[in-house]
């Protein structure tokens, strides 16, 4: 049985987690509909039906909310790719683009190309700040991944033994992470345009990583 005491504290443990919940919600609602610099902080307290000063005990800046919807997106992102992990294809080349078009298809479910920048924004100019450092851990995971993913392929054979699985998979990353600012730069810019661009660039990758026959 729990008591009069551990009840109420998981209550309000519950409730909190319900108003960071809709915050947030209404912060990616809000910052894809209207677009992130001309959303006011009052406007997200309204629509998550909390007050202003709600808001700040949970993000103590815009900036903040936008870096937690970046996070949001991210680590579904690293979820879905842990699945292809376990069980990648076996050609190196279906394998990485079969992983980067994981990244590339949730890109926009939280974020507009709007926010992205201003993420990316925020990121070069206060890359000190927790924002600066929560983005670039963030994609230190991503590079991660990608070189956990040439890893298994090597140990499965499909990949030269003597590659440096971590340098490549940096390399990997940096081209698709290049590739994706160009990406969100234009607005006209469709998604199956970015995905054709880099497999001409990941297709001779894969080759010069294959194990010799």
């Known amino acids: ?13 519950r409730q909190k987690a319900d108003r960071h919940r809709r915050i947030l919600a209404a912060a990616v609602t809000r910052f894809q509909r209207d677009g992130y610099h001309s959303v006011r902080i009052e406007d997200l307290a309204e629509d998550a039906e909390v007050s202003v000063g709600t808001v700040y005990n949970y993000y103590g800046t815009k900036g903040d909310l936008l870096m937690a919807t970046v996070a949001l997106e991210v680590e579904e992102v690293l979820a879905a790719g ?3 992990l376990l069980a990648p294809p076996a050609e190196p080349q279906e394998a990485l683009l079969g992983l980067i078009w994981q990244y590339y298809d949730h890109s ?3 974020l507009s190309k709007e926010m992205w920048r201003a993420a990316m924004a925020l990121s070069i100019e206060e890359p000190h700040t927790p924002n600066g450092r929560r983005y670039a851990d963030l994609d230190g ?3 991660d991944q990608v070189a956990r993913l040439v890893a298994r392929l090597q140990s499965r054979g499909r990949v030269a033994p003597d590659l ?6 940096e390399l990997i990353f940096n081209t698709l992470n290049a590739m994706f600012i160009e990406f969100v730069k234009d607005d006209g810019m469709t998604l199956d ?6 497999a001409a660039q990941i297709r001779p990758l894969a080759r010069l990583m294959e194990a010799p026959a």
Request: glycine share 8%.
């Open 108 to 110: 926009l479910e939280y």
């Open 141 to 143: 995971r991503l590079a």
């Open 164 to 169: 440096d699985h971590r340098a490549m998979g």
């Open 82 to 84: 842990e699945a292809i």
């Open 1 to 13: 049985m729990y008591s009069r005491g551990e009840a109420l504290t998981g209550l309000r443990e």
């Open 193 to 198: 345009t970015l995905k054709a661009r880099v």
